[in-house]
């Protein structure tokens, strides 16, 4: 595996708040991450620092092993279209993406094409006058047809609809798949794009509490479900991360590995197991790891992240 | 050099607003200028009468000045252009609308001379005290003018842009400050006439290149406050 972003102790410092806490992390070449968080977990921060559009306060970072700032030729490999992206007065999508062709040497002009068609995107009306979705639609076009060696997407599907979000995730695989190339996307609806991602980095309150692969992760823990006596017996000394009773039935989340001995006893006790969701679980550490450093906080309103867990 | 001359392209990629509203404004204050002319003119008024409504698409630099950095910056950081890149491209953007610009004043000048301020005696590009040093001198001029509005712009939102609206304010009111502190000394020192007599002799072409001067220090500082502007 070829490295091809370096982040060391990265710092962002605003006025009085910490957006960003002494960050260390690698990207490696051709791979599909997951930048997930909380609304204002330091997501935009941390990618905008990046792409040299922000600075950082203090730490290192590296892209393809050289400083970004105002360096041409490792910018021109990156693309950033934030989720609140600005455009220049009076442009249409049309324009934008003319624009874009200039500036991005592997940029797919049919593909460009063929994706306006798939969101159904009126290209001539002015970028202002958009919906919120056309908006989103505009930067995720952008985003895809640049075939950028690092492609970032900032909470690309804001506004868009299931069905465009589903045409979102199968035009990037599928791209992906013939063009391969580094991407992270941001995202706070994480069984949504979880099938997509090959690890996933979480980042909360400026620090990241997690840095796997996304199998990894799933592992890490497991549902068992069944008669609530039988299942107790079973947890009986794991970490519980998560609990839910109906009636005589119990759900519990427990974290670790189950060896093949845990699986022939849960057979034996007549429990079953069911694969915990990549959100779930990364809302119950989250949750945990809050809970554990500070647990007078406990009765914390939910949290976005927590609220699509429920859906 | 060639994502610089991009950047070019990307500034007038949208037609509206470095060609089309520039002649509109141009063509619109020309139209109701000679109207005005033709009134004055044929209630039998025989003088050369001049008038600021030249000034019109000048103003609108400024306007197009601030807007390629609080619009277009923003977007070309998605295009992932270095602040360098943008900034040459923009300036040079502006200098070769401005020099569009000058030429289309001395063409208009040179017309008005020719048929006598449009039969009428009525002139809306020549102003004899600008073209005194010739046409060339007096395209300059314009030149000189159009760009100054440009960057006087461009350099308010840059500092908009990176220290926010109250540092831009303080600033301005500071300048204005000192212009009225000057403006006291002069006349404490009972200096008005020197004064007047200075510009006098320093002549259209004289403050032109005082212009430019002025222009090289608001570009100047521009990029230094653009190099951390963050989009």
Redesign the interface.
Known sequence: MTTVIEVNSLTKRYRDTLAVDDVSFTIEKDTIYGLLGRNGAGKTTVM?IL?????ATHGEIRIFGEDPY???KV????????ES???????TPR??F???R???PHWDQDFADRLIDDFQLPVKKTIKKLSRGQLSAVGVI?GLASR?EITFFDEPYLGLDAVARQIFYDRLLEDYAEHPRTVILSSHLIDEVSNLLERVIVIDKGRIIMDEETDAVRDRAANIVGETSAVDAFIAGREVIHRESLGRVSSVTVLGELTADDLARLTDAGLDVAPVSLQQLIVRTTQHAAGASADATAGEPASDIDEGARR | MNRTLNVIRMQLVNRQTYLWVPVIILSGSLVISLAIYGIIAGAGVTEPIYGGGAQAPLWYFAVVGAQALTLTFPFSQAMSVTRREFYLGTLLTAGATAALLAIIFVAGGLIEQATNGWGMNGYFFYLPWIWEAGPAAAGLFFFALASMFFVVGFWGATIFKRFGATVLTIVILGIGLLLVGLLWLVGRLDAWMQVFAWIGDQGALGLTLWGLLLIAVLAGTSYLTLRRTVP
């Open positions: 905008s792409t040299a559009q922000n600075f105002e360096n041409a910018l021109s490999c990156m693309c950033f279209v934030r992206q600005k455009y220049p007065e009076d442009a324009h934008a003319r624009i874009a200039l500036f991005y952008i950028a």
